[in-house]
């Protein structure tokens, strides 16, 4: 998954309660993105990243909110989980070039 | 309408057979087209990438890209079992790792022996 690590691998939690997931990455590429995968909808990308402190909106961002505090380092946080937040979460890194890397993803359920 | 579409399948064919799996696209604007294969409960992996129109091979897969039609296809020669995967298309209108990929649903195959 080159170089790229996800944390919790899966995580059950409740309606209401903030979540945080990590992406770690030991490539030092400038670009990290998190994405969702819903069956129906493929990967949508949530937000990005194109430096330390610096990150943009994807297109299903609403209820998300991200951190890059280092290089190596993306972090998604949900600020109050709701189900329809229920979903598979992929970080991906990229080194300049249009070719993305993908992590082996987070499984997550709000009940 | 979605910007990509993906016959979602599942496609099952005989081990040996060719593949052909295809994403169709709106945006004229793509130039970057992406296949990634995804096994089950894994992150997609990048298995080819081709810049415009034209086709580009690797070992037993093929990229094939039509910008005048809008379509891209990706043929896979004497399929293994352990080609069973889901396919996903990717595209993007620029260079540079702050263009965003657009991916299709994905195609599910399965090899069958």
């Known amino acids: 998954d080159a170089g790229i690590t996800q944390s919790p691998r899966h995580k059950v939690t409740e309606t209401g309660t903030p979540v945080t997931l990590r992406c770690h990455q030991t490539?030092?590429?400038?670009?990290m993105y998190w994405y969702r995968q819903d069956p129906g909808h493929g990967l949508r990308l949530i937000h990005y990243?194109?430096?330390?402190?610096?990150?943009d909106k994807g297109e299903v961002s609403d209820g998300y909110s991200v951190s890059r505090s280092k290089t190596e380092d993306f972090l998604l946080t949900l600020e109050s989980a709701t189900s329809s937040q229920t979903s598979v979460y992929f970080c991906?890194?990229?080194?300049?070039?249009?070719?993305?890397?993908f992590g082996p993803g987070t499984r997550l359920t709000v009940l | 309408q979605k910007e990509v579409e993906q016959d979602p399948g599942p496609l099952s064919v005989p081990e040996g057979a060719i593949v052909s799996l295809n994403c169709t696209y709106s945006?004229?604007?793509?130039?970057?087209f992406m296949w990634y294969r995804q096994y089950s409960r894994k992150g997609p992996e990048l298995l080819m990438y081709?810049?415009?129109?034209g086709n580009k091979e690797d070992g037993r897969f093929t990229a094939q890209v039509d910008k005048s039609s809008k379509y891209i296809s990706l043929f896979i020669r004497d399929s293994q079992p352990s080609d069973s995967a889901t396919y996903l298309c990717?595209?993007?209108?620029?260079?540079?790792?702050?263009?965003?990929?657009?991916f299709g649903t994905g195609t599910q195959l399965k090899v069958e022996l």
């Open positions: 990243s194109y430096g330390v402190k610096d990150t």
């Open positions: 945006n004229s604007a793509f130039q970057y």
């Open positions: 991906a890194i990229s080194d300049g070039t249009d070719t993305q890397y």
């Open positions: 990717a595209m993007s209108a620029g260079s540079g790792g702050g263009n965003k990929l657009t």
């Open positions: 081709t810049y415009s129109s």
């Open positions: 490539e030092n590429h400038r670009y």
